[in-house]
């Protein structure tokens, strides 16, 4: 299991989250240089835990998907999260079959308020 975040890669907002990632033990995000998340779309930084910087998911960038967040404080930290019709839209295109399971719950979901999912 892994951690998914979709960043905006300007090198300061970059700078930003490598400085984050510092605080993990083993410091693997200083293996990676500045500009390397929109040189390469998806960096993964395998420490403690496993987390993937991505440029964006499924053609979906940091400005487009900030746009459907769901904002949640967590011990006083507020936390984006993508909201169900971003989840579907990041991977209702991947056909994985990974995803597949979360595009059933998440079709459940929908339907459970009588909606469809997003195109």
Do not use: C
């Not at 040189?39 to 395998?46: K, L, M």
């Not at 987390?51 to 053609?59: E, Q, R």
């Not at 960038?61 to 993508?82: C, L, M, T």
């Amino acid at each position: 299991m892994d951690i998914d975040l979709v960043i905006d890669v300007a090198l300061e907002n970059e700078a930003k989250v490598y400085d984050a990632l510092r605080s993990l033990p083993d410091r693997a995000v200083d293996e990676l240089e500045a500009g390397d998340v929109d040189r390469f779309t998806v960096v993964r930084i395998a420490d403690e835990i496993v987390v993937d910087l991505m440029k964006s998911a499924s053609g979906i960038d940091y400005e487009e998907a900030s746009k459907e967040v769901i904002v949640r404080e967590v011990n006083g930290v507020s936390i984006p999260f993508a909201s169900e019709a971003l989840l579907w839209r990041m991977k209702r295109t991947t056909h994985r079959e990974k995803d597949a399971g979360d595009l059933l719950f998440l079709r459940q979901q929908f339907e459970a308020r009588g909606e469809s999912p997003p195109d």
